[in-house]
Each structure stands twice: as C-alpha cells, then as structure tokens.
C-alpha cells in the first residue's frame, strides 16, 4: 500500500469533491488508510491508474488503525467525564458511578470509563465508540431547539456538503427508489416513527439516533414521467453542532444510510 503522498501525487488535484471528499489529499488519506477505494475519483489519468493498479481493486473500507488511535485518544476523556451529570445531559441511564447505559441508532451500549460494550457484552467496532465518545464529550450542550435544518445549514458543514448528498440521502433514495413500502419497512425497522409534518413528500420518519439527536427524513419518490429522481433530505435539529462535531455527523449519517439499505 502506497503512502498518502504516494498517491496523492498521482491524482488530479482539482479537488472536484467528486469522490465525496472536499480535497484530493483528503481523499489520498482515506485511500491509504483503506478507508476508501480509488475507483471513487472519476478524474484519474490512464497514466495514474496504471501506476496505482495495485491500489484500484475495490476492497471493503475499513475503519481500522485510523479510527483505532483516535480511539485510544479519546479514552482518558471519557474517563474525566462526571458520568451522573453526563447521562442527565444526553438522555443516558446511570447504571452506577463508572457506567452508563445509551441508546445509539436503535440499539443500547453500555459506557464505562475505559471501554464501551455492546448488548452481547463486545467492544463495538472502533468508529461506533468514537461516536459515541464524541457525543458524550461535547461540552455544554443546550436544550434541542424543536426547529429542524438542512446538513447546509449547520455551521462549517460546507466542506462536507458533497459527503452528506453523496453518501448519505443519494444512497437512500437511489435504494428505495419507486419502493415506498421498502422504505416504510426499513425505517419502522430502523425505530423511527411516522411524522405528520406537512410537505409534498412521499414518507416522512423521525428517529433518534441518540436520544437528544434527533432527526427527520423526508422521501420524495421518482416521477418518471416528469424525470423527476427520487430525492431524500434527513433535517437535523438546529443545535445538532453542540451534540456532535462535523465530521462524525457525515459518518453517523453514512452509518445510518448503510443500515437502511441493508450494506452494512
């Protein structure tokens, strides 16, 4: 595996954002980490992919040795955190001083001050612990606002506009496309609850992903007839930025679409 500024000399230095991340450095990090494939930049040169042709084989991203130290980084914050405040603020259960219980996309883990498990009593895979601790060490959040927003609309989310279309509602509506009832089932599945916020669209869902972050689809379905595609916008609370930073609410995004549809 070739290192990041292996690759990214080899790429097009456009930073097109077509591979879903904002610069082609970013993009050559995630490569090397095989947290990406580089079949995703659709600008390589003939000359680029002949010299990567080793690094072209789509393979299965992996969250590994990245999301692993920042893992280990994370640890000694959690461990400082006053867990009786600290699950009063984000909607936790206070198991006893050192543990606590939450529910995170559906699913309950308990978080203890060196590890988290989950209801099998295993360490989740790295990434899940990091959302999870990132969560929890956000300082001071305030009480939700009630008023969703658009990814657009949430402070510094410019650089990662194109991730959240791309891999997040482009995903999902491409999945579910012409398939109303599929995606009903998938959100029931999912625990979200039917909304009866007024709109043009087709289905509309609210779920908690944590119990204070809560978020609403809203599916447009496909009007072939008018060459309309299907479109889908996951709204965000106004203060989703005090429960979450940026770059793990594209991740926690991404995790959601892929367990819609069924690819992770």
Same mark, same amino acid.
């Given at each position: 595996?070739?290192?990041?500024?292996?690759?990214?000399?080899?790429?097009? !230095?456009?930073?097109?954002?077509?591979?879903?991340?904002?610069?082609?450095?970013?993009?050559?990090?995630?490569?090397?980490?095989?947290?990406?494939?580089?079949?995703?930049?659709?600008?390589?040169?003939?000359?680029?992919?002949?010299?990567?042709?080793?690094?072209?084989?789509? !393979?299965?991203?992996?969250?590994?040795?990245?999301?692993?130290?920042?893992?280990?980084?994370?640890?000694?914050?959690?461990?400082?955190?006053?867990?009786?405040?600290?699950?009063?603020?984000?909607?936790?259960?206070?198991?006893?001083?050192?543990?606590?219980?939450?529910?995170?996309?559906?699913?309950?883990?308990?978080?203890?001050?060196?590890?988290?498990?989950?209801?099998?009593?295993?360490?989740?895979?790295?990434?899940?612990?990091?959302?999870?601790?990132?969560?929890?060490?956000?300082?001071?959040?305030?009480?939700?606002?009630?008023?969703?927003?658009?990814?657009?609309?949430?402070?510094?989310?410019?650089?990662?506009?194109?991730?959240?279309?791309?891999?997040?509602?482009?995903?999902?509506?491409?999945?579910?496309?012409?398939?109303?009832?599929?995606?009903?089932?998938?959100?029931?599945?999912?625990?979200?609850?039917?909304?009866?916020?007024?709109?043009?669209?087709?289905?509309?869902?609210?779920?908690?992903?944590?119990?204070?972050?809560?978020?609403?689809?809203?599916?447009?379905?496909?009007?072939?007839?008018?060459?309309?595609?299907?479109?889908?916008?996951?709204?965000?609370?106004?203060?989703?930025?005090?429960?979450?930073?940026?770059?793990?609410?594209?991740?926690?995004?991404?995790?959601?679409?892929?367990?819609?549809?069924?690819?992770?």
């Amino acid at each position: 595996m070739k290192t990041a500024v292996d690759i990214y000399k080899l790429l097009p !230095k456009t930073n097109c954002g077509s591979c879903g991340m904002p610069t082609c450095f970013g993009f050559a990090a995630k490569v090397a980490s095989s947290m990406a494939s580089l079949s995703a930049c659709s600008n390589l040169s003939d000359d680029a992919k002949t010299a990567l042709a080793g690094e072209l084989e789509d !393979k299965e991203p992996s969250r590994g040795t990245v999301y692993e130290q920042a893992l280990i980084s994370l640890r000694p914050k959690i461990a400082a955190l006053d867990f009786a405040r600290t699950a009063a603020t984000f909607g936790a259960d206070l198991i006893d001083t050192d543990t606590m219980e939450l529910t995170f996309l559906g699913d309950k883990y308990r978080i203890a001050r060196e590890h988290i498990f989950d209801k099998s009593g295993k360490e989740p895979v790295p990434f899940i612990s990091i959302l999870i601790y990132n969560h929890l060490s956000m300082p001071n959040p305030p009480a939700l606002a009630g008023e969703w927003i658009t990814f657009s609309s949430v402070p510094a989310s410019h650089a990662k506009d194109k991730a959240w279309a791309s891999h997040v509602e482009e995903v999902i509506a491409r999945h579910f496309t012409e398939n109303i009832e599929g995606l009903k089932q998938a959100c029931e599945r999912m625990g979200g609850v039917m909304s009866d916020i007024k709109g043009s669209h087709d289905a509309a869902y609210e779920f908690r992903f944590f119990p204070r972050y809560p978020v609403l689809l809203q599916f447009y379905d496909a009007v072939p007839a008018e060459d309309f595609p299907a479109q889908c916008k996951l709204l965000l609370d106004k203060t989703v930025d005090k429960y979450l930073d940026i770059e793990s609410i594209v991740v926690l995004g991404e995790e959601f679409a892929g367990r819609m549809t069924g690819k992770v």
